[in-house]
């Protein structure tokens, strides 16, 4: 598995509480050769040049600037805030971010595999949407734009993790 595939949350997951409530759930994943921690993964991911072009766009649509300090920190535990969102959840190998409207969630995991090759690394990376009631039928649903964008937001999480990993990579070379 050296490419970004669609898996099965894992049930210790911290966003699997998330698809127990009947949330929008997702995971992707992909392997690494070598150790990589969930701080290297997180700070890695979010300091990708695809994720430094988000920062921006929230920086000046919703006034939420952020630094790669910050993204730093943030996956080292210094902070629990970084960009639009802020910790929810954290352990050893998770991270769980909610954004600052609390609607979604990205959520990072990394596990150790030792194989007869050496040490690698899953990476994964999955996301939940929220359901909001209806004003109007009292019923919650994601909304017409989850619908909209739920093609672009798969393959952008895709695009997201083979920037993380390639940024790794680099850096384990």
């Known amino acids: ?17 998330y698809r127990a409530a009947g949330a929008y759930t997702d ?17 890695a991911f ?15 649509a919703v006034s939420k600037p952020s630094t790669d300090v910050q993204a730093q920190q943030v996956a080292a535990g210094v902070i629990d805030s970084f960009a639009a969102w802020r910790v929810e959840g954290r352990s050893d190998n998770q991270l769980l971010m909610c954004d600052f409207q609390s609607r979604t969630r990205s959520w990072f995991m990394v596990e ?12 994964y990376f ?16 994601m909304g017409w734009p989850f619908s909209a964008l739920l093609g672009f937001h798969k393959i ?7 920037t993380a990993r390639s940024r790794l990579r680099a850096g384990l070379r």
């Open 1 to 17: 598995m050296f490419s970004i595939e669609s898996c099965p949350l894992p049930d210790h997951a911290l966003l699997a509480s």
């Open 112 to 123: 150790r595999v030792e194989s007869p090759d050496g040490v690698r690394t899953l990476l």
């Open 126 to 141: 999955g996301s939940a949407v929220v359901p909001v009631q209806n004003a109007r039928t009292g019923k919650a649903g």
């Open 27 to 43: 995971c992707y994943c992909t392997v690494l050769s070598g150790a990589v921690t969930q701080a290297q993964y997180v700070q």
């Open 46 to 60: 979010y300091t990708t040049w695809v994720f430094k072009l988000e920062r921006w766009i929230l920086s000046w």
């Open 156 to 162: 952008y999480s895709i695009v997201l993790l083979r």
